[in-house]
């Protein structure tokens, strides 16, 4: 199974920006981002098909943030901008082997990175 790491985390004020980076060990397929702050369930937040050119991102984020990737590097990007509070969480990055569309829910994915901390201060 891949292996994804995850990197790009850290602290940030209110306004600012962030790109995290999602380095697979193999080829991939469909990918995606979630994300967990503490007491709450891991969210969806974005998902992007192999070739880049279908993305789905949950409603509440399409505005501020951008998913994208290059194959050549087997490596996916989260650019996040217009950073809030409230996007304090971890960050998770997966693999989806089964050829799911866009999908949203965490059990369509099977290989997860380790996480990486963004934590956004007011």
């Known amino acids: 199974q891949v292996q994804l790491v995850e990197s790009g985390g850290g602290l940030v004020q209110a306004g600012g920006s962030l790109r995290l980076s999602c380095a697979a060990s193999?080829?991939?397929?469909?990918m995606g981002w979630f994300r967990q702050a503490p007491g709450k369930e891991r969210e969806f937040v974005a998902t992007?098909?192999?070739?880049?050119?279908?993305?789905y991102y949950a409603n509440s984020l399409k505005d501020r943030f951008l998913i994208s990737r290059d194959n050549a590097k087997n490596t996916v990007y989260l650019q996040m901008n217009s950073l809030r509070p409230e996007d304090t969480a971890v960050y998770y990055c997966?693999?989806?082997?089964?050829?799911?569309?866009?999908?949203?829910?965490?059990?369509?994915?099977?290989?997860w990175g380790q996480g990486t901390q963004v934590t956004v201060s007011s």
């Open positions: 997966a693999a989806d082997h089964r050829g799911h569309a866009l999908p949203t829910e965490a059990f369509e994915y099977d290989s």
């Open positions: 193999g080829r991939t397929f469909t």
């Open positions: 992007i098909s192999y070739s880049g050119s279908n993305t």
